[in-house]
């Protein structure tokens, strides 16, 4: 049983490396997306494609910069007034 001590703290070093590699691959990801890091409360915005059936061939994704302007979009969306 004495070697359960290095199993656990090997384990917990494997852990360690990992989590820092998801954390450069996350950060790498959002860095590509071209907004703040205090960029919060804003949701994407989603526009579909559509084909001459009218069936989805594609989604655009965009980021909006005015979280005043989103809200209204919200509101209008949803029918508040």
Avoid at 19 to 48: F, H, Q, S
Wanted: hydrophobic letters at 50%.
């Amino acid at each position: 049983m004495r070697s359960a001590p290095i199993f656990v703290f090997a384990c917990a070093a494997i852990a360690a490396d990992n989590t820092a590699l998801l954390r450069d691959e996350v950060a790498a990801r959002y860095r590509k997306l071209d907004i703040p890091t205090y960029w919060c409360g804003i949701n994407a915005t989603l526009a579909p494609a559509f084909d001459p059936a009218g069936k989805v061939t594609a989604v655009g994704i965009s980021y909006p910069r005015d979280f005043v302007r989103q809200q209204l979009s919200y509101a209008a969306m949803y029918g508040v007034q």
